[in-house]
């Protein structure tokens, strides 16, 4: 895949909150620090303050905060060509769907290792959850598609490079990185059921569709109700 992919929709949007959100933490460590720490503990994914202190918003918005200029660029160019090659292909409801399925499931496998391993655990944060249940979707729907080997002049396909993404979180699992991977895998993994079970085009234009065809299907009963009444009116009139 040469050159860069269409910056619009979904992921421009997606791209660009992550963006926003990394430059205002950045200027809250300058000049805010206190606000900075108190923003950092809301908002970062830690499993103790969800699993005893409820705050279940930390599920999702762990994954707008960043720390490091190079991995959060990263990050971002992965959401960016990932999200835009996806988005075309199924819509953008789809993937906004598919990327918080899997940043969900990402932060619900931090907690089941939170449960199982209590010393292991650390403040969850970044969007590689979301990112790794995008790189599968690529290897299930699209695995043909060659990628270019960047700087390399040499290309892989689709399928055999994200294997190589989902060795490395294995591999990190016995590391220092032990929480960071199972929560990459584990939003790899919520991000295959979503695309296994959920409706060809997402939950949200199945209930959509659901809702019009329940509407239409209410007009076509009062239409032939209307038309059953019109036919008793004229053969009464007929008689008479």
């Known amino acids: 895949m040469l050159g860069f992919p269409d910056f619009t929709g979904f ?29 950092m503990t809301l908002f970062m994914l830690d499993p103790s303050t969800v699993l005893h202190h ?25 959401l960016w060509f990932l999200g835009s090659m996806l988005e075309n292909m199924n819509g953008s409801r789809w993937l906004a769907e598919l990327f918080f399925v899997s940043v969900v ?14 010393a292991s655990s650390a403040p969850l944060y ?14 299930v729907l699209y695995g043909d598609t060659p990628f270019m080997m960047f700087p390399l002049p040499i ?25 960071f991977a199972f929560a990459q895998l584990g939003g790899a993994l919520f991000g295959w059921i979503y695309i296994k079970f959920a409706p060809r085009r997402g ?8 809702v019009f065809g329940l509407r239409n299907r209410y007009y076509r009963w009062k239409r ?17």
């Open 126 to 139: 970044a969007c590689w959850g979301g990112i790794f249940g995008l790189l599968i979707a690529i290897a």
């Open 11 to 39: 992921t421009r949007r997606l791209v660009l909150w992550n963006l926003g959100a990394y430059f205002t933490l950045l200027i809250l460590g300058a000049f805010a620090k206190p606000l900075y720490i108190d923003v």
């Open 155 to 179: 290309s892989i396909k689709a399928k055999y490079l994200v294997a190589v993404y989902m060795l490395i979180a294995i591999a990190m699992l016995f590391g220092a990185e032990r929480v």
């Open 224 to 240: 032939r109700r209307a038309a059953r009444k019109f036919e008793v009116y004229m053969r009464k009139h007929r008689d008479n």
């Open 105 to 118: 499931g990402a932060g619900l496998a931090t907690l089941a290792l939170y449960v199982v391993m209590p």
């Open 203 to 210: 939950f949200a234009f199945a209930g959509t569709e659901s």
């Open 54 to 78: 409820g705050w279940i918003w930390q599920l999702i918005t762990y994954c707008v905060i960043h720390v490091g200029i190079l991995s959060t660029a990263f990050e971002l160019l992965s």
